[in-house]
Protein backbone atom coordinates (compact mmCIF):
# COMPACT_ATOMS: atom_id res chain seq x y z
CA UNK A 1 0.00 0.00 0.00
CA UNK A 2 2.54 2.89 0.91
CA UNK A 3 5.19 1.58 -1.13
CA UNK A 4 2.80 2.56 -4.27
CA UNK A 5 1.46 5.55 -2.83
CA UNK A 6 5.44 6.67 -2.47
CA UNK A 7 4.76 6.39 -6.24
CA UNK A 8 1.99 8.42 -6.50
CA UNK A 9 3.29 10.90 -3.90
CA UNK A 10 6.86 10.71 -3.25
CA UNK A 11 8.48 12.97 -0.22
CA UNK A 12 11.93 14.45 -0.29
CA UNK A 13 13.83 16.13 2.34
CA UNK A 14 14.72 19.86 1.29
CA UNK A 15 18.14 21.18 2.94
CA UNK A 16 16.34 22.91 5.66
CA UNK A 17 15.09 19.63 6.89
CA UNK A 18 11.86 19.74 5.83
CA UNK A 19 9.91 17.51 4.03
CA UNK A 20 8.31 18.37 0.30
CA UNK A 21 5.23 15.99 -0.67
CA UNK A 22 5.78 15.90 -4.59
CA UNK A 23 1.97 15.03 -5.75
CA UNK A 24 2.14 13.23 -9.04
CA UNK A 25 0.54 14.29 -12.34
CA UNK A 26 -3.26 13.70 -11.76
CA UNK A 27 -3.33 14.83 -8.23
CA UNK A 28 -6.42 16.78 -7.43
CA UNK A 29 -4.35 18.54 -5.02
CA UNK A 30 -1.25 19.33 -8.14
CA UNK A 31 -2.69 22.70 -9.12
CA UNK A 32 -3.88 23.86 -5.02
CA UNK A 33 -0.41 25.66 -3.68
CA UNK A 34 -2.31 26.39 -0.42
CA UNK A 35 -3.51 22.24 -0.08
CA UNK A 36 0.12 21.73 -0.80
CA UNK A 37 1.67 23.40 1.56
CA UNK A 38 -0.74 22.15 3.96
CA UNK A 39 0.98 18.50 2.62
CA UNK A 40 4.50 19.64 3.08
CA UNK A 41 3.44 20.68 6.99
CA UNK A 42 2.04 18.02 8.30
CA UNK A 43 4.67 15.51 6.52
CA UNK A 44 7.38 17.31 8.11
CA UNK A 45 5.59 17.17 11.40
CA UNK A 46 5.25 13.27 11.45
CA UNK A 47 8.88 12.97 10.29
CA UNK A 48 10.30 14.85 13.30
CA UNK A 49 8.09 12.78 15.91
CA UNK A 50 9.73 10.45 17.96
CA UNK A 51 8.80 7.19 19.80
CA UNK A 52 7.46 7.96 22.78
CA UNK A 53 6.41 11.13 22.12
CA UNK A 54 2.70 12.08 21.67
CA UNK A 55 2.06 12.16 17.63
CA UNK A 56 1.52 15.53 16.86
CA UNK A 57 -2.24 17.49 17.32
CA UNK A 58 -3.04 19.29 14.01
CA UNK A 59 -4.81 22.19 14.07
CA UNK A 60 -7.25 21.29 11.41
CA UNK A 61 -9.10 23.63 9.24
CA UNK A 62 -12.25 24.20 8.77
CA UNK A 63 -12.26 23.14 4.97
CA UNK A 64 -10.92 19.96 6.30
CA UNK A 65 -13.33 19.48 9.49
CA UNK A 66 -15.98 20.20 6.42
CA UNK A 67 -14.27 16.90 4.53
CA UNK A 68 -14.21 14.64 7.32
CA UNK A 69 -17.99 15.53 8.28
CA UNK A 70 -18.91 14.96 4.57
CA UNK A 71 -17.37 11.40 4.09
CA UNK A 72 -18.17 10.33 7.73
CA UNK A 73 -21.98 11.82 7.37
CA UNK A 74 -22.34 9.72 3.86
CA UNK A 75 -20.78 6.79 4.85
CA UNK A 76 -23.40 6.60 8.15
CA UNK A 77 -26.19 4.32 5.95
CA UNK A 78 -23.22 3.15 3.83
CA UNK A 79 -21.77 1.26 6.30
CA UNK A 80 -25.05 0.01 7.86
CA UNK A 81 -25.81 -1.72 4.74
CA UNK A 82 -22.42 -2.85 3.33
CA UNK A 83 -19.94 -3.11 6.21
CA UNK A 84 -19.83 -6.40 8.20
CA UNK A 85 -20.79 -7.35 11.30
CA UNK A 86 -17.23 -7.17 12.94
CA UNK A 87 -16.21 -3.79 11.76
CA UNK A 88 -19.73 -2.49 13.00
CA UNK A 89 -19.00 -4.18 17.05
CA UNK A 90 -15.83 -1.97 16.75
CA UNK A 91 -17.38 1.00 15.04
CA UNK A 92 -19.91 1.30 18.00
CA UNK A 93 -17.26 0.76 20.17
CA UNK A 94 -14.61 3.38 18.94
CA UNK A 95 -17.33 6.00 18.68
CA UNK A 96 -15.89 8.40 16.40
CA UNK A 97 -16.96 11.80 15.95
CA UNK A 98 -18.86 13.04 13.12
CA UNK A 99 -18.20 16.81 13.22
CA UNK A 100 -14.10 17.23 13.32
CA UNK A 101 -11.07 15.26 12.94
CA UNK A 102 -9.67 13.05 15.80
CA UNK A 103 -6.20 13.52 17.22
CA UNK A 104 -4.06 10.72 16.56
CA UNK A 105 -3.43 10.79 20.32
CA UNK A 106 -6.41 11.04 21.13
CA UNK A 107 -7.51 7.82 19.11
CA UNK A 108 -4.75 5.79 20.74
CA UNK A 109 -6.20 7.09 24.29
CA UNK A 110 -9.18 4.87 22.88
CA UNK A 111 -7.88 2.38 21.33
CA UNK A 112 -5.64 1.12 24.19
CA UNK A 113 -8.33 -0.44 26.65
CA UNK A 114 -10.25 -1.71 23.55
CA UNK A 115 -7.22 -3.20 22.24
CA UNK A 116 -3.92 -2.32 23.08
CA UNK A 117 -3.36 -0.38 19.81
CA UNK A 118 -2.19 2.98 19.03
CA UNK A 119 -1.34 5.06 16.32
CA UNK A 120 2.27 6.15 15.38
CA UNK A 121 2.32 9.44 12.79
CA UNK A 122 3.69 9.01 9.77
CA UNK A 123 4.62 11.47 6.28
CA UNK A 124 3.77 9.27 4.12
CA UNK A 125 6.12 6.31 2.66
CA UNK A 126 6.42 3.94 5.84
CA UNK A 127 8.90 0.75 4.34
CA UNK A 128 7.20 -2.59 4.07
CA UNK A 129 8.92 -4.08 6.86
CA UNK A 130 8.50 -1.16 9.05
CA UNK A 131 4.99 -0.56 8.34
CA UNK A 132 3.88 -4.21 9.11
CA UNK A 133 6.47 -4.81 11.97
CA UNK A 134 5.02 -2.71 13.88
CA UNK A 135 1.63 -3.87 13.70
CA UNK A 136 3.70 -7.05 16.07
CA UNK A 137 3.73 -4.28 18.40
CA UNK A 138 0.12 -3.48 18.43
CA UNK A 139 1.27 0.07 16.65
CA UNK A 140 -0.15 0.96 13.77
CA UNK A 141 1.43 4.14 11.04
CA UNK A 142 -0.84 6.97 10.39
CA UNK A 143 -1.04 9.89 7.88
CA UNK A 144 -2.39 12.87 9.31
CA UNK A 145 -3.51 14.52 6.47
CA UNK A 146 -7.19 14.99 4.70
CA UNK A 147 -7.94 14.10 0.97
CA UNK A 148 -8.18 17.27 -1.50
CA UNK A 149 -11.51 19.40 -0.37
CA UNK A 150 -12.62 18.42 -4.81
CA UNK A 151 -13.49 14.87 -4.10
CA UNK A 152 -14.19 14.15 -0.84
CA UNK A 153 -15.80 10.54 -1.51
CA UNK A 154 -12.70 9.14 -3.10
CA UNK A 155 -8.78 9.37 -2.05
CA UNK A 156 -5.60 7.26 -3.61
CA UNK A 157 -3.90 7.60 -0.97
CA UNK A 158 -4.26 6.42 2.95
CA UNK A 159 -5.33 9.97 4.07
CA UNK A 160 -6.29 10.15 7.65
CA UNK A 161 -9.94 9.36 7.14
CA UNK A 162 -8.62 5.79 5.42
CA UNK A 163 -6.49 5.43 8.00
CA UNK A 164 -9.16 6.12 11.37
CA UNK A 165 -12.28 5.35 9.34
CA UNK A 166 -11.57 2.45 8.00
CA UNK A 167 -8.54 1.22 9.91
CA UNK A 168 -9.51 2.94 13.32
CA UNK A 169 -12.64 1.16 13.15
CA UNK A 170 -11.55 -2.70 12.81
CA UNK A 171 -8.80 -1.82 15.17
CA UNK A 172 -10.97 -0.78 18.20
CA UNK A 173 -12.54 -5.02 17.44
CA UNK A 174 -10.31 -7.72 18.77
CA UNK A 175 -11.23 -10.28 16.41
CA UNK A 176 -9.74 -7.74 13.51
CA UNK A 177 -6.56 -6.69 15.68
CA UNK A 178 -5.56 -10.70 16.14
CA UNK A 179 -5.27 -10.84 12.66
CA UNK A 180 -3.03 -7.25 12.37
CA UNK A 181 -0.83 -8.78 14.69
CA UNK A 182 -0.35 -11.98 13.36
CA UNK A 183 0.37 -9.69 9.78
CA UNK A 184 3.11 -8.07 11.78
CA UNK A 185 4.84 -11.46 13.25
CA UNK A 186 4.75 -12.86 9.80
CA UNK A 187 6.51 -10.06 8.15
CA UNK A 188 8.99 -10.03 10.85
CA UNK A 189 9.17 -14.05 10.43
CA UNK A 190 9.91 -13.85 6.84
CA UNK A 191 13.72 -12.38 5.30
CA UNK A 192 13.59 -12.83 1.73
CA UNK A 193 11.53 -9.49 -0.06
CA UNK A 194 9.60 -11.82 -2.39
CA UNK A 195 8.04 -13.40 0.88
CA UNK A 196 7.34 -9.68 2.43
CA UNK A 197 5.77 -8.75 -0.80
CA UNK A 198 3.34 -11.59 -0.87
CA UNK A 199 2.36 -11.24 2.77
CA UNK A 200 1.32 -7.40 2.13
CA UNK A 201 -0.54 -8.51 -1.10
CA UNK A 202 -2.43 -11.13 1.02
CA UNK A 203 -3.15 -7.92 4.06
CA UNK A 204 -3.91 -5.54 0.81
CA UNK A 205 -6.86 -8.07 -0.45
CA UNK A 206 -7.91 -9.15 3.08
CA UNK A 207 -7.44 -5.81 5.99
CA UNK A 208 -7.52 -3.55 2.95
CA UNK A 209 -9.90 -4.74 0.56
CA UNK A 210 -11.28 -7.84 1.78
CA UNK A 211 -15.28 -8.93 1.31
CA UNK A 212 -16.98 -11.51 3.09
CA UNK A 213 -20.22 -13.47 2.93
CA UNK A 214 -23.16 -12.82 5.34
CA UNK A 215 -26.42 -13.98 5.75
CA UNK A 216 -28.03 -10.60 4.21
CA UNK A 217 -25.71 -10.30 1.57
CA UNK A 218 -21.78 -9.52 0.85
CA UNK A 219 -20.15 -7.17 2.89
CA UNK A 220 -16.87 -5.47 3.18
CA UNK A 221 -14.33 -6.28 5.98
CA UNK A 222 -11.79 -4.00 4.15
CA UNK A 223 -10.61 -0.59 5.19
CA UNK A 224 -9.89 0.79 1.18
CA UNK A 225 -13.60 -0.08 1.07
CA UNK A 226 -15.14 1.01 4.08
CA UNK A 227 -13.42 4.44 3.58
CA UNK A 228 -14.85 5.77 0.32
CA UNK A 229 -18.08 6.46 -0.23
CA UNK A 230 -17.75 5.77 -3.95
CA UNK A 231 -16.14 2.32 -3.65
CA UNK A 232 -18.49 1.34 -1.31
CA UNK A 233 -20.98 1.62 -3.41
CA UNK A 234 -18.83 -0.13 -5.84
CA UNK A 235 -17.46 -3.35 -4.95
CA UNK A 236 -20.73 -5.86 -5.32
CA UNK A 237 -20.40 -4.89 -9.06
CA UNK A 238 -16.51 -6.58 -8.62
CA UNK A 239 -15.01 -9.65 -9.68
CA UNK A 240 -15.56 -11.23 -7.00
CA UNK A 241 -13.37 -14.50 -6.41
CA UNK A 242 -13.27 -17.09 -3.72
CA UNK A 243 -10.53 -16.78 -0.60
CA UNK A 244 -7.71 -18.06 -2.12
CA UNK A 245 -3.68 -17.43 -0.38
CA UNK A 246 -1.91 -18.13 -3.67
CA UNK A 247 -4.49 -15.94 -6.08
CA UNK A 248 -4.32 -13.18 -3.21
CA UNK A 249 -0.30 -13.28 -2.72
CA UNK A 250 0.36 -13.10 -6.57
CA UNK A 251 -2.44 -10.84 -7.99
CA UNK A 252 -1.43 -7.56 -9.37
CA UNK A 253 -3.64 -4.11 -8.29
CA UNK A 254 -3.68 -0.49 -8.75
CA UNK A 255 -4.05 1.65 -5.81
CA UNK A 256 -5.28 4.41 -8.11
CA UNK A 257 -8.10 3.35 -8.94
CA UNK A 258 -11.21 1.32 -7.54
CA UNK A 259 -10.00 -2.26 -6.97
CA UNK A 260 -12.11 -4.38 -10.14
CA UNK A 261 -11.36 -7.97 -8.29
CA UNK A 262 -12.13 -9.08 -4.78
CA UNK A 263 -11.30 -12.37 -2.82
CA UNK A 264 -15.16 -13.32 -0.58
CA UNK A 265 -14.29 -15.20 2.47
CA UNK A 266 -17.31 -17.76 3.23
CA UNK A 267 -17.58 -16.19 6.52
CA UNK A 268 -15.29 -13.53 9.20
CA UNK A 269 -14.43 -17.36 11.09
CA UNK A 270 -13.12 -18.30 7.04
CA UNK A 271 -10.83 -15.01 7.10
CA UNK A 272 -9.74 -15.93 10.89
CA UNK A 273 -9.11 -19.83 9.94
CA UNK A 274 -7.16 -19.64 6.66
CA UNK A 275 -6.13 -15.99 6.62
CA UNK A 276 -4.91 -16.28 10.53
CA UNK A 277 -3.60 -19.11 10.46
CA UNK A 278 -1.31 -18.40 7.10
CA UNK A 279 0.28 -15.54 8.59
CA UNK A 280 0.72 -17.13 12.08
CA UNK A 281 3.21 -19.92 10.35
CA UNK A 282 4.36 -18.74 6.63
CA UNK A 283 8.00 -18.87 6.76
CA UNK A 284 9.80 -17.60 3.59
CA UNK A 285 10.40 -21.62 2.22
CA UNK A 286 6.46 -22.01 2.91
CA UNK A 287 5.71 -19.13 0.85
CA UNK A 288 8.15 -20.07 -1.84
CA UNK A 289 6.86 -23.76 -2.01
CA UNK A 290 3.25 -21.72 -2.64
CA UNK A 291 4.55 -19.73 -5.52
CA UNK A 292 6.25 -22.39 -7.36
CA UNK A 293 3.00 -24.25 -7.25
CA UNK A 294 1.41 -21.38 -9.37
CA UNK A 295 4.00 -20.93 -11.35
CA UNK A 296 4.30 -24.96 -12.29
CA UNK A 297 0.61 -24.44 -12.65
Known sequence: MFQEGQYFAPITKKGDGNLRVELGSGHPGLEDPVYRERRDLLATLADRWQPGEPAPTI????????????????????????????????????????????????LSRRLEPLTGFSYRPAAGLVPLREFYGALADHAFWATQYVRHHSV????????????????????????????????????????????????????????EFG??????????????????????????????????????????????????????????????????EFWSTCTDESIARMRAATLAG
Open 152 to 207: PLYTPEPDVLHEVVGHGNTLADRRFTALYEAAGQAARRVETDAALEFVSRVFWFTL
Open 59 to 106: DYTDDEHDVWRAVSQDLLTKHREYACREFLDGKAALDLPLDHVPQLED
Open 211 to 276: VVHEHDGLKAYGAGILSSPGEIEEFRSMTIRDLDLVAMGTTDYDITHYQDVLFAAASFSQVEDVVG
